[in-house]
C-alpha cells in the first residue's frame, strides 16, 4: 500500500539525450547501449537544476513523517555514549587513545599525562582526569567535516604526521607537528594557520598509509599527480571530480622540506593502474617492503630492500621475492632475513609462511598452516617471541595465542560470540583485544605476558545506557541459496517481537571484494528494532571472506549472479519461516552492497521486497571503471571494456535492466556531492532510469543527495544521524510502520 502523502508523476523532469554508445559483445560483436542520462555524469547548470529538484521533492516526501522527531531524539539519546578506543604506548612514554564523549563529531585524541596505564576501574575517573587532548579533529571545521584519513607517529614519537580529509574525500593533505604541540585550543583557521604544527604541506595523498623510518628524519607516502580543480589544500574541491586514478607514485618526504623536494621512490609509467604500500620492518628498521597491486583483487607483488645498503630513492635495488600476481602475502614480522608472511598461496583460508631473503630458491616454509574450517583473518607479532591469532569460524571470530614454533598456546574468549579486533607490538609484553557483537558495544581486554596468573583482564567497558541490552536477542540461521549452497544469516529481535510473519523485517548485505561482514554494535539499529518492532537480518552472502578466498570468487565476475540470488534467497527464508511479514522486508546495502540492491530488485519476483535503501552504489555496470578508482574494481566485477566481460556484466547492471511495467518496492537512493569513490553520477543517472520507466509506479522512487559528505568514512556524528532519520524515516512512511513509545 502506498503512503497517503505520496502520488505518483511528481518527479523532476530529466532531458533524455539521443546518445548511444558501442560496446563489443564477444556473442553479439557490436552492441549499441542507450545512455540517456549522460548529461548527468557532468556538473553544469542543468545538472545542479536537477539535483535541487530532486533534492526538494524528496525532502517534501521526508518531511511528512509524523514520527520524525521521535525517530530523531532515540537515534540521538542512543548514540549519546562514550566510546573510546584501545590505547597504544608511543616511545615518548605516553599511552595514546581515540575519545569521543558521545556526541561529538569526531573522536579525539587523548594520551595519558604520565607513563602508566590509565586505570579506568574506579567509575568516577574520566578521560579527562588521567588525560590530555592531544589532537582534536573537531577544531579543524566548524562543521565536523575535516577528519583523520590515518596517522603515524616517528619512531621516537617527536612527531605526528597526520592526513586529513575534507568532506568525506578519499584525498587527503599530510601535516606534520611535534608531540610537544598538542592541538588541543581553537585557532582561527588550523588548518591553514596553525602555528604548532610544522610548515611543510603535503597533497594529493590517496590510499595511503604514513611510514616513517626509523631515524626520524622522514615518512613514506603514496600520492596521485596535481590537479588544478582542487585549489588550495583548504579549498574543499577535491572529491567532485570524476577523473581517473592513475598514476600513483610512492615518495619520501624528508622533514622540514617542501612537498617538491620529495623524493621518488617507485611508479610505473607502463602500468598506469598500479598502486603501492609502504612498510618498515617493526623492530630493526632495516628493511623496506614494498606491495605493489593492480586492482583490488587478493593477489600482489612484494619486493623488500636493505636500508643499510641502499640510498632512498628511485635506484633502489628491491630483492622480488614475491614477483608475480598469483597470491597475496602480507608481511607480520621478521627475525633478521626470515620473514613471516600471511597469505593465500595455495590456501584459500590463508596460512602464514616463512621465507629467507639470503635463500635464492624463495622457497616458503609452512610456519601456521591452512586451517580449512576457519578463516585466518588477523595476525599480529608480540612480546618478542608469541604471536596473536583471530580466525573466523562460522562467521564468529575465535582469539589464539600462537609460540614461536607456530603452534598453538591456548583460546582466549571461546564463549565469546562477535567480532574481535587485536592491536599490539612486538617489542610490547602486552596486547589488547577489542569485543563486539550485535549487543556488546565495546569491550577492551588486556592480555599482559608479565602476569603469568592473571594475564587476561577487562581493561575498559563501555557503558551504554540508552537501552535494555538484555532485552535483544540475536540468532544464527543457516538457509539454502538458488544453487543449494548453505548460506548463514544473522537475526536480531526484541525479545517482544513476534516470529509469527507479521513483523517487519531490515535486511542487510555487501557480497563483494572480500569483505566479511561480522557482528557489529550499531545503536541506531537497536533503536528501530525497538521503536519499531523490526527485525534485523545480515546475510553473509557469498563475495565476502567469511569462508576464506573461495567464498569470495564464488561471488565474482562470472559468479556475481550468486550474491544476488544469495540475498534474493534470505528474504525468502525470511518470509516462509515466519520471521518477516511478505510485504515488508526492506533491503539496504552501501557500496557494493548498493549495487546489490539495486540488481535484488531487478532481478526478484514482484513483491519480493516492500522498500529498498541502496546507499552510494555501483549502478552503471558498464561505466565504472572510467571514473576515478573504479578500474581497480574490475577483478571483482569483469572489465566491461573486454567481449567476455561485457556479456555477463551487461545483464546485470542495475541501470541497464530496469524493467518498464515492474512494480517496484519504494526506492531511496542515498549519495553525496564528494564521493570520489563510487561516484554520485551513479545514482543520479539511476534515479533517472527509475522514474522515467515507472513514473506511475505506487510507491515512491527517490534520490538524496547529501552535501559535503563521501562515500562514508570521516562522517560527523551529526551527519550520521541525519542520514540514520532519512533512511529509516523514508522506511517507516513507505511500511506504514508506527513507533512504539517505550
Not at 539519546?77 to 558521545?102: E, I, L, Q, T
Not at 573466523?392 to 574468549?413: P, Q
Not at 550468486?562 to 511479514?581: E, M, S
Not at 562515500?711 to 512504539?740: C, M, N, P
Amino acid at each position: 500500500m502506498a503512503p497517503s502523502n505520496w502520488s505518483p508523476n511528481q518527479y523532476p523532469i530529466a532531458r533524455r539525450a539521443d546518445h548511444f554508445d558501442t560496446w563489443k559483445s564477444e556473442k553479439n560483436g557490436d552492441v549499441k547501449v542507450h545512455d540517456p542520462y549522460i548529461w548527468l555524469e557532468t556538473y553544469s547548470d542543468e545538472t545542479e537544476k536537477w539535483i535541487d529538484a530532486q533534492g526538494a521533492v524528496t525532502s517534501k516526501f521526508l518531511s511528512q513523517y509524523p514520527d520524525s522527531q521521535k525517530l530523531r531524539d532515540s537515534l540521538t539519546r542512543n548514540m549519546d555514549y562514550v566510546k573510546f578506543s584501545a590505547p597504544a604506548f608511543k616511545r615518548d612514554g605516553r599511552w595514546y587513545w581515540y575519545y569521543n564523549s558521545g556526541l561529538q563529531a569526531q573522536s579525539v585524541l587523548y594520551r595519558s599525562k604520565t607513563s602508566d596505564l590509565p586505570n579506568f576501574t574506579d567509575a568516577t575517573t574520566t578521560d579527562a582526569t588521567v588525560g590530555e587532548i592531544f589532537f582534536d579533529p573537531n577544531l579543524l571545521s566548524s562543521d565536523g567535516t575535516a577528519a583523520i584519513y590515518t596517522t603515524a607517529f616517528s619512531h621516537s614519537a617527536e612527531y605526528f604526521a597526520y592526513a586529513i580529509s575534507l568532506s568525506g574525500s578519499d584525498f587527503s593533505t599530510i601535516y606534520v607537528r611535534p608531540t610537544s604541540n598538542p592541538l588541543a585550543k581553537a585557532t582561527d583557521n588550523p588548518l591553514r594557520d596553525d602555528p604548532g604544527r610544522l610548515p611543510e604541506v603535503v597533497r594529493f595523498v590517496k590510499f595511503s598509509s604514513i611510514t616513517w623510518t626509523h631515524d626520524n628524519k622522514g615518512f613514506f607516502y603514496q600520492r596521485y599527480p596535481s590537479r588544478e580543480e582542487h585549489g588550495s589544500a583548504t579549498d574543499d574541491k577535491a572529491g567532485t571530480e570524476t577523473t581517473q586514478d592513475l598514476d600513483a607514485k610512492l615518495y619520501y618526504h624528508r622533514i622540514g622540506t617542501q612537498q617538491s623536494e620529495d623524493i621518488l621512490v617507485v611508479e610505473d609509467p607502463e602500468n598506469r593502474e598500479y598502486m603501492f604500500g609502504i612498510e618498515v620492518t617493526e623492530v630493526d628498521g632495516r628493511y623496506l617492503i614494498l606491495t605493489v597491486s593492480r586492482d583490488t583483487s587478493r593477489k600482489n607483488l612484494l619486493w623488500v630492500a636493505d636500508l643499510t645498503q641502499n640510498e632512498i630513492g628511485p635506484n633502489i635495488k628491491w630483492n622480488k621475492i614475491i614477483d608475480k600476481f598469483d597470491a597475496e602475502f602480507g608481511y607480520i614480522a621478521n627475525d633478521g632475513t626470515k620473514f613471516y608472511l600471511q597469505t593465500n598461496k595455495d590456501a584459500p583460508q590463508y596460512r602464514v609462511v616463512e621465507i629467507d631473503l639470503t635463500d635464492p630458491s624463495r622457497n616458503l616454509r609452512e610456519f601456521i598452516p591452512e586451517n580449512k574450517d576457519a578463516h585466518l583473518g588477523t595476525i599480529l607479532a608480540v612480546a618478542d617471541d608469541k604471536f596473536v591469532v583471530v580466525y573466523k569460524r562460522n562467521v564468529i571470530d575465535e582469539l589464539y595465542i600462537y609460540s614461536s614454533a607456530g603452534k598453538e598456546i591456548e583460546r582466549l574468549a571461546a564463549d565469546f560470540v562477535g567480532t574481535i579486533e587485536v592491536s599490539g607490538h612486538r617489542e610490547r609484553p602486552w596486547f589488547f583485544a577489542s569485543f563486539m557483537g550485535f549487543t556488546t558495544p565495546g569491550t577492551k581486554y588486556q592480555y599482559d605476558f608479565r602476569k603469568p596468573n592473571d594475564a587476561w583482564s577487562v581493561y575498559r567497558t563501555t557503558q551504554f545506557q540508552g537501552l535494555d541490552l538484555d532485552e535483544f536477542i540475536t540468532k544464527q540461521v543457516w538457509y539454502n541459496s538458488k544453487d543449494g549452497t548453505r548460506v548463514p544469516m544473522f537475526i536480531v529481535r526484541h525479545k517482544d517481537t513476534p516470529l509469527d510473519g507479521t513483523a517487519p523485517v531490515f535486511q542487510y548485505g555487501y557480497g563483494g571484494f572480500s569483505i566479511s561482514i561480522g557482528p557489529s554494535f550499531s545503536s541506531s539499529i537497536l533503536s528501530i528494532i525497538k521503536g519499531y518492532g523490526l527485525i534485523y537480518a545480515v546475510a553473509n552472502i557469498r563475495g565476502g571472506a567469511e569462508f576464506g578466498e573461495e567464498w569470495h570468487l564464488a561471488g565474482t565476475r562470472e559468479r556475481k549472479i550468486n550474491v544476488f540470488d544469495d540475498f534474493i534467497a534470505a528474504t525468502q527464508y525470511l518470509v516462509a519461516n515466519k520471521v518477516a511479514a511478505p510485504d515488508k522486508v526492506v533491503i539496504n546495502g552501501g557500496s557494493n552492497g548498493g549495487l546489490l540492491v539495486a540488481a535484488c530488485i531487478n532481478i526478484a519476483p514482484e513483491g519480493t521486497f516492500g522498500a529498498a535503501v541502496a546507499e552510494v552504489g555501483v549502478l552503471d555496470m558498464l561505466k565504472f571503471s572510467q571514473f576515478t578508482i573504479g578500474k581497480a574494481w574490475t577483478s571483482d566485477y569483469g572489465d566491461p571494456q573486454a567481449p567476455h566481460d561485457f556479456d555477463f556484466i551487461y545483464p546485470i547492471s542495475p541501470m541497464h535492466n530496469v524493467q518498464p511495467g515492474k512494480k517496484l518496492p519504494a526506492t531511496l537512493l542515498m549519495t553525496a556531492d564528494h564521493d570520489d569513490r563510487v561516484v554520485p553520477l551513479h545514482s543520479f543517472k539511476h534515479a533517472a532510469v527509475l522514474q522515467h520507466a515507472a513514473p506511475q509506479n505506487e510507491q515512491p522512487l527517490l534520490i538524496r543527495i547529501d552535501r559535503k559528505a563521501g562515500h562514508g568514512a570521516g562522517k560527523s556524528t551529526e551527519k550520521r544521524i541525519e542520514d540514520a532519520v532519512a533512511k529509516y524515516g523514508f522506511i517507516a512512511q513507505t511500511l506504514g510502520l508506527k513507533w512504539r513509545d517505550s
